[in-house]
């Protein structure tokens, strides 16, 4: 699983990661939060509160390759570097925190190769993947597309991809 969820990665721009901050929303009751279509910043401020509800510091949103917006303008990555892949139960307070957000949580699942686990996380029109894994240069380099291979490194940690069927704004500026 981890090389297909680290698929995602690449789109991912070199450098130019974005820090997140404390998360700014409180928690609503799930039942109306469910019903409304979040936009793109009320998932990035979901993920930013689950992940620190998970013990995790250092969350960076990564910026999208602009060729893969142009493709889906609804795509974010966010990403924790951890020193191991991070413990199940960490990993299972942030979902937690987003389901307490509205989101449906399903999982974990096994990536099958004991390299990580990850869970799949949904919030219509919304699609998560958070994935917690070590994912070698080489794996992430077969998933770059041409003239971005030499971008690849090494990753242990939590990988969370979002991607949306509907906008209902357009993208962040991808500077």
Known sequence: M???VVAVLAGCGGGGAEKAGKPTASASPAASRAAAVPTMDEVRRDISAAVATGG?????????????LRRNPC??????????????SAVAEVTGELKLRGWQVSGPYDSGDGQGFGYSVTRKPWNLSLTAATVTKEEMATQLPLGKKDRASDFTGLMI????????EPAPSQE
């Not at 795509?75 to 199940?88: G, K, Y």
């Open 75 to 88: 795509q974010l990555l966010a990403r924790v570097e951890t020193p191991a892949v991070p413990r199940s």
């Open 161 to 168: 991809f979002g991607a949306s069927s509907a906008c209902r």
């Open 56 to 68: 995790f510091e250092g969350l960076n949103f990564v910026r999208v390759d602009p060729e893969v």
């Open 2 to 4: 981890s090389v297909a």
